[in-house]
């Protein structure tokens, strides 16, 4: 799993990342799995033609970053052929999706914001580099393909689904990448960002990631000002991969709805990265959405259970075992051997996207699968030509078409639509913020 993992960052573990990583599956799923009949995979795809999928989180750019092959090499990973990864044009069709943000991820990890494919740490030149290099990427990869449709605004977005292409959004994983910087933040969006996850797995100067430690109890002065300054930029405020506090901040401070662009229902499975039912419950008010993901280990209590005891077992024979990696590997294999990992299921995801429903409201549940950024898939959702499967499964639960179709992108519209009209009305009062860290939390300065 891309950096999603709570192992990478905690040196002694992370060595051992490649033992407890899972084997990546890239199969396609071409009927209906589970209890879902051919006749619900039929009003699936009848749905999915008027309502084609906007989903909020894809890696694909930084999938071609760390190609084996050719890393960075945005000609040479050709989406017109099949691609190693999850994604790729004749896949993206026939899995209906009309309408993608494309990640624009980078580590956020200390001295980690170049890692290399091979899992070794290079000197940093700096967060600020690597995000526009990663956004290099990603515009390359739009401009490439006529099927992409560079779309920044929703009335953008609209025009490119109804014309049968793929509307093409930026979103930027981890408020690291602005350095601190309200300036840096602004180019972001000139460059096209239209949402910014506040952390990813580390916590920061001015917010607390769900990951790492809570030094905030949430946001910052300066942090609550980030908030404020994405509302004036038109910016959706990405609340996934952040701590209950900074939700909870976040949402007090916000004028315009927030959006949870990979992430689930912690009341299903207890994962620091799910949202909590207290903050789903406010979702009504706020407007926002969140966007359910396909990653096993969010998804699937048993995969998480499974999970929680490798680790122990990792930290146990750590202990006991010292410096002999050799024994610490046998004693992993042993376990493996003696505890088959078990799968997540469409059904799995079903459950979380109707937990939000019932918590939140059908206005507020949308999808964000994670594509190109997981190594374990849920069976029946290996790649991005899958989503009718889960649509399939919706329908056979009892989904009206109408709720389907708020599901695929109407929710994720109105979001970005109303996140515009804030700015419109934001920046008729007041212009660019001037603040700094050190003046509002008496902090470092932005590398100069």
């Known amino acids: 799993m891309r950096v999603c993992s709570a192992l990478r960052g905690r040196a002694l573990v992370a060595s051992l990342a490649i033992l407890v990583s899972v084997t990546p599956v890239h199969g396609q799923a071409a009927a209906p799995t589970g209890a879902a009949t051919a006749r619900d ?4 795809l009848r749905v999915l033609r008027s309502s084609p999928v906007m989903d909020g989180h894809n890696d694909l750019p930084w999938r071609i970053r760390e190609d084996t092959v050719r890393p960075r090499d945005v000609e040479a990973y050709d989406l017109r052929t099949r691609t190693p990864g999850m994604t790729d044009l004749a896949r993206l ?3 209906r999706v009309g309408a993608q943000f494309w990640s624009v991820y980078i580590p956020g990890e200390p001295a980690d914001a170049t890692y290399a494919s091979n899992g070794k740490v ?6 600020a580099r690597v995000q526009l290099e990663q956004i ?6 739009i401009a490439r393909y006529p099927a992409l449709r560079w779309t920044p605004t929703s009335r953008e977005v609209r025009a490119a689904m109804g014309s049968g292409g793929v509307a093409s959004l930026l979103g930027l994983e981890g408020g690291h990448a602005i350095e601190n910087s309200l300036e840096t933040l602004r180019m972001y969006h000139e460059l096209g960002a239209r949402y910014m996850t506040l952390t990813h797995n580390v916590t920061l100067d001015w917010a607390d990631a769900a990951q790492d430690s809570a030094r905030h109890g949430g946001l910052t002065a300066f942090g609550r000002e980030v908030v404020r300054e994405m509302n004036r930029l038109g910016m959706l405020v990405d ?3 952040v701590s209950p506090g900074t939700m909870s901040d976040a949402l007090d401070v916000t004028s315009a709805p927030v959006i949870f662009s990979h992430s689930g229902a912690r009341a299903l499975v207890n994962h620091p990265r799910n949202v909590p039912d207290s903050i789903l419950a406010r979702l009504p008010r706020n407007g926002g959405v969140v966007m359910v993901p396909f990653v096993t280990v969010f998804v699937s209590a048993a995969v998480k259970a499974h999970d929680d005891s490798l680790q122990s077992l990792i930290t146990s024979s750590i202990r006991r075992r010292g410096s002999d990696s050799a024994a610490v590997r046998a004693d992993i294999a042993a376990w493996r051997a003696a505890h088959p990992r078990p799968s997540a299921t469409i059904g799995d995801v079903a459950d979380q996207i109707e937990h939000v429903r019932r918590i939140a409201g059908i206005d507020h549940v949308g999808l964000g699968g994670d594509f190109d950024g997981i190594s374990e898939n849920v069976v029946g959702l290996e790649d991005v030509s899958t ?3 889960l649509f399939a499964e919706l329908v056979h639960r009892g989904w009206s078409d109408a709720d389907l179709a708020k599901l695929a992108n109407r929710n994720a519209l109105r979001v970005l639509a109303r996140a515009e009209e804030a700015s419109a009305r934001l920046r008729a009062v007041r212009g660019p913020s001037q603040a700094t860290i050190a003046a509002l939390d008496g902090g470092v300065m932005p590398a100069r």
Not at 41 to 44: F, H, I, Q, T, V
Not at 122 to 127: A, Q, V
Not at 136 to 141: E, L
Request: glycine share 8%.
């Open 239 to 241: 609340l996934s991969h």
């Open 122 to 127: 290079t000197s940093s030149p700096g967060y």
């Open 93 to 95: 069709k026939r899995g």
């Open 387 to 389: 989503y009718p499967n």
């Open 136 to 141: 290099d990427i990603a515009r390359r990869v």
């Open 41 to 44: 995979m039929a009003r699936a």
